[in-house]
């Protein structure tokens, strides 16, 4: 499977550059390099599960926010902030008030 960067390269799939990237989230937080491979063993498997031979990068970066979010909710505003350009306190906010409401349903 090939992936499609927002510079228009195309490059092969790599688990790893989900798991560096993911990584960077994740410092300072309670995440192992075992809950990193099984995120990325997720992230893959979602990704393949649609069977397109290429994938756009932007894809990826969604596949990777709601399992991120079951592992550690501050590694995934950590990650969103990033991926989706949070530019305002407002945009961490809604990302915060989110959680908070999934969690009220999830009760």
Known sequence: MNVIKRNGVVESFSREKIVSGVRK???GRPVTDTDLAVLAQKVEEAIRATGAAQIDANEIGL????????????????????????????DFDAAISQLRLDHGTAS
């Not at 995934?76 to 990033?82: C, E, Q, T």
Request: glycine share 0%; aromatic share 12%.
């Open 63 to 90: 596949a990777i926010l709601s399992p991120l979010r079951d592992l550690d909710e501050v590694a995934y505003l950590r990650f969103a902030s990033v991926y989706q350009a949070f530019d305002s306190l407002d």
């Open 25 to 27: 989230a994740c410092q």
